[in-house]
């Protein structure tokens, strides 16, 4: 069955370092998605992307974070200038149409020192 | 706001005693209500949908907008149903999902 490839699976960084998450969607689905989970915390939504632009953002994804789909199978997000609380599991996912059914990758951890 | 509620935090039952994990939600449209479970060293994977109605693994849930609420119930709880299950909530025009916080569910042999 086909999965989501994220990796790397974790990511240590010292804060104010750039970090870049990488993820392989799903080859035949079109929205791609990035959420995140602070250690005891909800799964929060960050961004959807769709047709090679942001489709919706939420008030987390500021200017510190973008996503990009450089080549016809990677989608990534980038985070500068890391914080202490960016420390997280994020997670992408990818589905044919929208929301209704998202295929999640196993998640990079991302520490931030 | 929109939000999902998951009150339990853990629920712990034997094998063959029936299962209900709670899920209310607050929201002012249309909702579509999903079920995602995540199993131990597994991917957070979708369980079910309000909107298909079917049965997943004996799992079902119907969605009470009167009680604002889609818990999910199963009559007779296997050792391989301990997992993490989150409750989520789509809506009109919205490319998110907003997930509960979650029960880990954990049946006893």
């Known amino acids: 069955e086909p999965e989501v490839t994220q990796t790397p699976s974790h990511q240590v960084t010292q804060m104010g370092q750039e970090v870049i998450l990488r993820c392989v969607p799903i080859s035949n689905h079109l929205y791609f998605y990035w959420y995140r989970q602070i250690l005891g915390q909800k799964v929060e939504f960050l961004v959807s992307?769709?047709?090679?632009?942001?489709?919706?953002k939420s008030e987390i994804f500021d200017d510190q974070f973008s996503v990009e789909r450089p080549d016809g199978s990677n989608f990534t997000l980038k985070i500068r200038s890391t914080k202490l609380e960016d420390s997280a599991m994020y997670f992408c996912?990818?589905?044919?149409?929208?929301?209704?059914?998202?295929?999640f990758g196993s998640g990079t951890q991302l520490s931030v020192l | 706001a929109q939000r999902v509620t998951q009150p339990e935090k853990l629920l712990s039952v034997f094998k063959g005693a029936p299962v209900e994990l709670k899920c209310n939600y607050s929201y002012s449209g249309s909702p579509e209500l999903f079920w995602y479970v995540q199993y131990s060293r597994q991917r957070l994977q979708l369980l079910l949908r309000?909107?298909s109605r079917e049965s997943i693994k004996g799992f079902t849930a119907d969605l009470n907008k009167g009680e604002t609420s889609f818990h999910l119930k199963k009559p007779f709880a296997q050792e391989e149903d301990s997992a993490m299950y989150y409750c989520a909530l789509g809506m009109d025009s919205s490319y998110k999902l907003i997930f509960g916080s979650g029960t880990r569910l954990l049946v006893r042999p």
């Open positions: 996912a990818s589905s044919e149409g929208g929301p209704e059914k998202l295929f």
């Open positions: 309000h909107i």
């Open positions: 992307f769709y047709n090679n632009e942001i489709s919706e």
